[in-house]
Nanobody, 125 residues
């Protein structure tokens, strides 16, 4: 499966943004899906994950309460809604997927076997 992230841009602090990840090549129903981000000069970190049919979600500590991950398997998309954006949310956001029956190791990047190219989110006034 190939992943294409979109929706990034420049937004003011306190604003909201919705990122989307479109999959092609095969259906994502076999995939646990996740979002990661990498800020300038920092390591890539886990943002959110969602189970194969959307029944379970998990969030990184730095974004918990402000981010919602959803998926639409019929449309082969995974979205990330980010609210109350802060300057420290500025980063390149990546969607990723792993073909797995098990919903585990969600923050372990090396367990994801397909990645999108990233979409840039800049939070600044």
């Amino acid at each position: 499966v190939q992943l294409q992230a979109s929706g990034g841009g420049l937004v003011q602090p306190g604003g909201s943004l919705r990122l989307s990840c479109a999959a092609s090549g095969r259906t994502i129903t076999s995939y646990v899906m996740g979002w990661f981000r990498q800020a300038p000069g920092k390591e890539r970190e886990f943002v959110a994950a969602i189970s194969r049919y959307g029944g379970n979600t998990n969030y990184g500590d730095s974004v918990k309460g402000r981010i919602t991950i959803t998926r639409d398997n019929a449309k082969n998309t995974v979205d990330l809604q980010i609210n109350s954006l802060k300057p420290e949310d500025t980063a390149l956001y990546y969607c990723a997927g792993k073909a797995s029956y098990y919903y585990r190791d969600l923050d372990q990047q090396n367990t994801y076997n397909t990645w999108g190219q990233g979409t840039l989110v800049t939070v600044s006034s």
